[in-house]
């Protein structure tokens, strides 16, 4: 063992009473478990804890040893007669070997209980840790399924996070500093993020995704298989958000020997999965060969720690990770790595929404430290219309279609935009803006709607309170009528109506069916509400196309006439637009020595490059002395 | 066996008439050595051999099989008897391994033979290659301990070699391109000089060397302990020139894993293993450890590979090297990789002079391609006095000082400056500009120019043609009297004289004992001709102190009173001075895309690239489309 976790180990014998009986401590991730004999003995006594952890640095959980925790039967009795019945539990699992018990209900809160009483009450009359769980009013199979998984494996879970723990409390071993970025995807592109940050102790790779807009050969992938890049030397892979060009190739990671953490917020965890899985179903349909399978999906579920905002922890020897709220989609995160202490400090930015939006809170600004920002540029050139003359648009578009009879097509992407329009239409609704017809929604973004409803503590603060103090769930508003693919009884009724849809690009899903039998009508609209790819079907329609062949799995050839009014909306976009940019540069604090621009196409970089050198916006800024990079792939810049 | 190689195999089997009986083929290194039973078929058939040549782009050797071979007696006869007795053999040494018999003579050309009849001669009537070095006028322990400890290794040379020829000709595995240039040692610096070139395919390193202001730590070495870099994989070393800053480290390799080729001149290779071997030495004597032994510097020997200037040589499957005169010191190399048929061209200028001196010609500059320069930086902010004022103050401060009775001590380093001052005395002498006085030679110095005697086909061409073609050789002139170490019979002579001895800095050797003993004396003087480090003796005394206190290895204190005159020339310089970087710009043909500064102070750098940063300047030079970068160490530049 090392010398650094005995002298934590030695600290923790010395700090906690005796009569506690430790009997033994486990580094359990970035976690450190004290299991004692007596847990009632520390009831009183958690300064005493408080002091330890302030000295060691470290999280400190105190568990129950296992001989003494009461018997599953009589546990579940126990959490029946504490928990108020309103909370409605609808399942308790137990992990044995984390001495943990899952508790799932509709309302968690009541089972926390203020100050977190009642959660305090079953772990000392129990032994047993709760661990509560939100039971989404929808539905969704990937939260069950992810947490079965999970809870099905937990002898494989408390050996791998065994593991990681001794890895991340190693010695230190080297005199020698330096930290040095490496851009491996998405640095003047957009698609297939990642980044390598490499100190002499570790190696961190910051998100792992694919490009969407190619389906085979180099440019699909990061560049993983370089030198530099040993996956079995690397100490951890940190997700900011779910969406494939961040998430898609993390599984292959696993597949060629990465048994390392995952590192990422609850919500990126579930998502993630659900968008893996589509793409291997997608791939597979198409006949494209699979980057990875189902297995390696659930491995890296296994392998996944998940971590709430502004939750500081231990991810390598000389490494602490942060999650910030980034405001692009929901679980979405800026990452902050504190490196050596006070080495250096590095924020990734990931995807991020400098703006309130409906579904979400603006993306944090103001950090303990920056040294380095990377900042994703995507909208570096590009200011878009604000989100009050876009919803005012779409209202615009609903009321005139509907009013017209006709009906109106939203593609939406699986995760962010759909849920933020349901927002938008509900509240619309809600104030009469425009009138009670049928919203129907369907398609993957139906099941990523359902993850929502599982995490309301991630979203925007109005939504959240509404959802969690005035029991207003907007996504399970009577609006809403949820269908299963496509329906002709709909497409076809004279009735006026609204769809969401997926896919957002119209490259498959319901939303292509839908658009098939509503295009030729007139009296029919649809409206774009997030970013068209280069020779997707979405394109072209935005484009203006009025005659559009389209070639089903099948073989057989549509041949379908474009009479429906189209509109784009750009109001909508995750992402932060130019201004957006400007602004969160013009707040953040600390200002950065060193910003990196990365995720964009090199147009929208070398402009926004531009925009912020010259002297006067530089001086504006704040940002005088700071030097900007663009790097491209496989640059590598040294930061200290 | 590779398909690769197998197609270079039927190749040269379909070309070769059957007549000549193939044996074997072997790689041996870049070459690719054709065994044959009977070589005299192929005495007027070289037309064929060149075809085979130009179709697989490889280097052909014809050698005879070893059982057709004469025996090493009789070959021995046909030598004496083949070659005139002016030659003055005197060695012959055997390779059975290779089929190759060295020929050590004091005038090879004389061995060669017009035309190379006599070189040929031999080789048709013994079937052994005949391999034709020079016994230098100056006995070199080095130059003979080099070549006896190669011939006495041949079995393991020869295994080496097919072992690196298999390497370099392994298939092709990537269809993915990049070229990537990680700078480890010697940007925003001077010292340790290090980059490593990555591929898909393959990785080289250039220059591996010692930071000599520093004696511990790790700014010593260069970062040669990253994830980037496994010693394992590196396909080859190249070495430009042997100063330690450049060659130092290269054992170490051979320590730590490093099996493979090191490229390099041949008298690089001498003068590289006789500085390695002092570094040992003196870090001995000093007490301090050693970072390899002489086994590495050995073992260093049997894998280097010498090759000409402007000679084309694979190295890797997708890397060319060609080396072209630097002009810096004797055997100077700038190493032109040809990267991927036609993907890229590197050129990294190592140390160069872009002028003429007594020593060596002018560094070249037009190259079949260029796309990317690194480029040595050292004087990119001073502008140096011209030669011919330079060797004018020499001749007067000699001058002044002998016609007063005095001493001249002239501090030197041991490889470039020295032999270069010793030709502007021995011309200065022959034409009577000073007066004749005795010139002792004296330390490490003494050693290296021997070496230089071994190879005048390196030196310039007025030095090379009078040594080769007017038997006139200025470093053996009657005026140089070589003596060993330090002598007090010379030091305290009433004679004037002139001392040229190491070291340069007066940091050891027998310059500090003279100049102990010269220094009080008013009529004797110092001249500096070389750079004079932060924390040297012989900074102190250029910098015009006029007590010095020298701490001797036995720790006796001596008090020394410099009442000598002291004078400082900057006109020797081996290095380019800001005027002849920006001439080597404006001359380099064709004009590189990117330029990276390296080898240099970072105020040196930043003052050389600003200046070729002006529009009118970069348009004057012709570099309007290049980009310009001043990257530091750890910083990755991909630059295909």
Known sequence: MSNFRLGIISSIYNGIPKEAGITR????????????KNPSVMNDKMDIVKKIVKEIKKRIVIKADSSVRKDEKETIEIIKSSVPPEAQVTDIKF?????????????????????????????????????????????????????????????????ILKTFGERIHRELLFKDRYVRITALGAFQEVGRSAVLVETPESRILMDVGVNPSVNFGERMFPKLDIDQ??????????????????????PFLFKYGYEGPVYTTQPTRDIMALMQLDLLDVAEKEGRPLPYSAKEVRKELLHTITLDYEEVTDIAPDIRLTFYNAGHIIGSAMAHLHIGEGVHNLVYTGDFKYARTRLLDRAVSEFPRVDTLIMETTYGAQVQTNREQSESDLVDVINKTVRNGGKVLIPVLAVGRGQEIMLVINDAMKRKLIPEVPVYVTGLFDEVTAIHTAYPEWLGKEVRDSI?????????????????GYRDDIAESGEPSVILATSGMLNGGPAVEFFKQLAPDSKNSIIFVSYQAEGTLGRKVRDGAREIQIIGRDGRIDNIKVNMEVKAIDGFSGHSDQRQLLKFLEDIAPKPKNILLNHGEPTAIREFKKRISFNREKERLGLRTSSIYDPGILDSIRIV
């Not at 401590?25 to 004692?36: K, L, M, T």
């Not at 890049?229 to 961040?246: C, G, S, W, Y």
């Open 229 to 250: 890049l040993r996956l079995e030397d690397v100490d951890a892979v940190v997700l900011t958000h779910a969406h494939l060009d961040h998430s898609g190739m993390i």
């Open 468 to 484: 969690l103090f005035r029991d207003e769930n907007p996504f399970t508003s009577e609006f809403f009528k949820r269908i299963e």
């Open 95 to 159: 992990d044995d070997e984390l001495g943990e018990v899952l508790i799932k209900a509709k309302k968690p809160g009541l089972v926390i209980g203020k100050r977190g009483l009642i959660q305090q009450k079953i772990f000392m009359e129990t032994y047993w840790r709760p661990v509560i769980i939100r039971e989404p009013p929808i539905k969704s199979r990937t939260v069950e399924g992810v947490l079965t998984h999970i809870y099905n494996e937990t002898e494989y879970r408390s050996k």
């Open 25 to 36: 401590i486990e580094f359990e991730g970035p976690e450190i478990a004290v299991y004692v």
